[in-house]
Every structure is written in C-alpha cells, then in structure tokens.
C-alpha cells in the first residue's frame, strides 16, 4: 500500500513538474536565440578610389583587442590552375617578412609589441589576418602595410620555403590519411579545380618560381576581391580612421568571379596498394544542394544524423557499435560557394575493407530509402540547438560565422531562423528531403590497403 501511494505521489509530482520542464526549454531556445542576435556583426562599406570595400565588423568591449582578416575572394587554391601548389607557397611567402628586414627582423618587430600576423589560405579565398592589444593598433597596421607593399620576393626565401614544403610533402607519403584523402579528390572532382592537393605535388612545387608568386599575389591581394573583417574594443568610426591608410597601399585590380564546380560522382573504387596495418577508406559523392539553397538546414540536420554526431549516427552505430569494424567513422555534407558535396571515411583492419566498404553501402542506401525515425530527429534537434552557443563563445568564432554568412549571400540573423526552422522540421519534411537526394549513393570509394 505504502508502495502505491509513493507510486501515485510520484505521478502527480512528474504531472506537475513537466510544464515547468517544457516552459524551462523554450525559455533556454529563447536564450540561444536572442544570443545568437546579439552577437550579429554589422555590414558597412568603405570607398576607396570608387571602389565599395565591404566590411563585417562586430565592436566587443570586453578584451581590449583588435582582430583583423583582409579576406582576398575567389582566390585561393581554386586559382593554382595547372600549378598546384601555388597558393599554398604564395601564402607561405607572404609569412616570411618584408624585403626590406627578411624574416628574422620583421618576426621580432612583431613579437617586441606582441602582434601575430599570419596568411593563409583554402580553397576559395585568401587571407591575412593580424591580432593585436589595442594600444599598439596603429603599430601593427603599419606593419601590415609594409607587408603588403613590399613581401621578401627573395629567390634564396623561395629556395627555403621550397626545400620545407617538399619535405613536408615526403613526409605526407607515409601518411595515409591524407593519401586516401588525396585519392578521393583526385576521382571525386576529376577535371576540375579541386583534384589536386592544396598543398601541391612534388612535381609541381620544383616547378614553380618567384614570378609566378609574384603574379599570383599582384592578381589576390587587391581592393576588387578584398572583404574586410574585423573586430574588437573599438567602434566602427577609430577602425575607418584606422584602416583607410592602409587599404589605400591596395591597387584596384581585377575582380575575380568565383568558378562554379561542377561534378557528378560515380559509383566506383580506386584502391592503392601500401605497407600499411590498416585499411584508409574515404568516400564521397556530388550533393545537390547550393550555399543559398532554402532547404541548407534540413541538409544538416540530415548530415548530422547520417555521420556527423559521432556516436548515435548511423554509421557510427552500425560500423563501429554493433559491428567493432573501426574506431570511428564519419560522414558529413560540406555546403560551399562553389560546390557542395558529401564525404566521409574510416580505417580497418585490412581483412575487413571489403565488408566495412559494403556496409558504407548498405547504410547510405537504407538511409536514403526509409529515412530516420523520430528518435534520431529529436536528438538531433536537441544538440543542434543546445551546441549554438559554444559556436559563438569568442569573437574570432564569431567574426569567421559574420564573413561566411556574408560570403554565402546570408543575412546576419540567419542562424537564428536555423535555429527556428530546425526546431519546427517534422519528421516527413525531413525523410521527404533525404529520399528526393538518391544523388548519394553514387558512391566514389578512394582505399589504401595493404
């Protein structure tokens, strides 16, 4: 008797409590969500010689720094062409001083005032980026313009970068990762800007010389391809007063419209032979979606679900969980300006490739057939919603997701309406959209195996 009656308080005390729990999490969504607008950057412009310089600017008070990105569009390894490679040593380059005081000199002006200033690139654009205490802002910008107006183009600095860049490249040989990685791409987007590898062959490196740097770096860094990025403990009128003397070292140029890459995966397999304990197995396949595209969220929330979560994704589940076959295996859609598509990968023992390729398979098709369940949805949900805010917990997060929206052609607030779409998908929206993409099971397998 005593048991029933704990029994029924129990019940009233649950029927009780659960619309505070249901009011509690809408009440934590609403949190997420007026973060997320919070935290938007603004969309300015700067005219200079009749040209409208963008800028993503965000003023935060709470560490007293400046961060700056001049992000060069269109103009990353997308721009190599036949010389592979180049973009990478280019930006390298560009990490090596000025001609005036060499590497050495100019590292130790910046680190005397305790700035970092580093280029980089990918695959789409080009970027340099300086981080510094607000007190030294007018210092590192000058330093910055020096950069720009005069890089080390020395031959014996193109030597060194030249005589690193093919160890590193040996190196990668016995690295099957990023062997497998590089199969895949070589197939996958065969006849396009993507093939070849970022950090280029050794072929192509030897090859390459001062003026081709020189010309790659003359046509990206100009005004016509630059966005501006920026932020910090200052308000936007000291960053234009600050920034203007050194966008106007920029010469025009010519504004590069970005390469569409188009692609239709295959169903097939390229297998290299190596001494190695374990089998590399990368996959991917063409995924008609566009970076505009309305439907992008349930693209993610479908990704997620299929090999983005880690453990309780399908492939996670049924490769590794259920079956022992790999420590891990992952699975995502990437969603770009220029192209979109889907990848993943794993390692296993070399005996067990073929079954472990056969059930990427089987998983992917089960998946584009039946969907997911209401189970999969609602975790999916509630980790899409819950991670946002770790998204956005530094100001370099947070400008690297303002430049993206704004390169993808996404207003500010866009996350948040995510957010808000992705809370309200219903399982036969969600299962309607991953049947209608039967696009992935064209498969493109890239193995290395003993």
């Known amino acids: 008797m005593k048991n029933q009656q704990r029994e029924i308080q129990l019940m009233r005390y649950l029927k009780g409590i659960n619309p505070l729990i249901k009011r509690l999490k809408k009440y934590l969504f609403a949190l997420v969500i007026l973060q997320g607008s919070l935290m938007s950057a603004d969309i300015k412009h700067i005219e200079i010689n009749g040209i409208k310089v963008p800028v993503v600017f965000e003023k935060q008070k709470s560490l007293p720094i400046l961060n700056l990105q001049l992000v060069f569009q269109n103009s990353g390894y997308i721009q190599d062409k036949d010389k592979s490679g180049l973009a990478s040593l280019s930006s390298e380059l560009l990490n090596e001083g000025t001609k005036e005081l060499g590497s050495t000199k100019f590292a130790q002006k910046l680190e005397e005032n ?17 981080s510094n205490l607000k007190d030294v802002s007018d210092k590192s910008i000058e330093l910055l313009s020096q950069l720009i107006k005069s890089p080390n ?96 070292v920029l010469k025009p140029g010519v504004k590069r419209e970005l ?13 290299l032979i190596k001494e190695t304990e374990q089998a590399y197995i990368y996959f991917g396949s063409s995924y008609k979606v566009t970076a505009g595209d309305k439907n992008r969220y349930i693209a993610k929330v479908a990704s997620f679900i299929l090999g983005g979560s880690g453990f309780g994704s399908r492939l996670m589940e049924e490769i590794r969980v259920k079956r022992g076959l790999a420590y891990s295996a992952y699975g995502s859609v990437s969603i770009n300006k220029s192209h979109t598509f889907f990848s993943g990968y794993l390692q296993t023992k070399n005996e067990t490739a073929k079954e472990a390729q056969a059930l990427v398979k089987e998983i992917i098709q089960d998946f584009v057939k039946k969907g997911v369940t209401a189970i999969e949805l609602k975790a999916a949900k509630n980790f899409l919603t819950g991670s ?44 309607k959209f991953i049947k209608s993409h039967n696009e992935i099971n064209n498969l493109t397998f890239a193995i290395v195996r003993k």
Do not use: C, M
């Not at 996958?188 to 030897?206: D, H, R, W």
């Open 153 to 248: 183009y020395n031959q014996d600095t193109l030597d060194k970068l030249k005589t690193l860049k093919i160890g590193e490249l040996k190196r990668k040989e016995n690295d099957f990762d990023y062997t497998a990685k590089n199969l895949l791409k070589a197939n996958l987007f065969k006849g396009t800007a993507l093939e070849n590898p970022s950090l280029g062959s050794l072929e192509s490196i030897k090859e390459i010389t001062l003026k081709d740097i020189k010309t790659f770096i003359n046509d990206t860094v100009n005004l016509n391809n630059l966005i501006i990025v920026a932020g910090g403990d200052i308000n936007y009128k000291e960053f234009k007063k600050l920034i203007t003397p050194l966008i106007g």
């Open 114 to 130: 305790a700035i970092s200033l580093h280029t980089s690139n990918g695959f789409e654009t080009f970027v340099i980026e300086l």
């Open 259 to 271: 390469e569409e890459i188009i692609f239709v995966s295959k169903d097939e397999e390229k297998t």
């Open 388 to 431: 946002e805010p770790l998204r956005n917990e530094v100001l370099s997060q947070r400008l690297n997701k303002d430049f993206t929206l704004y390169y993808r052609g996404l207003d500010q607030d866009y996350p948040k309406r995510e957010l808000e779409l992705i809370q309200d998908l219903k399982l036969e929206d969600l299962n």
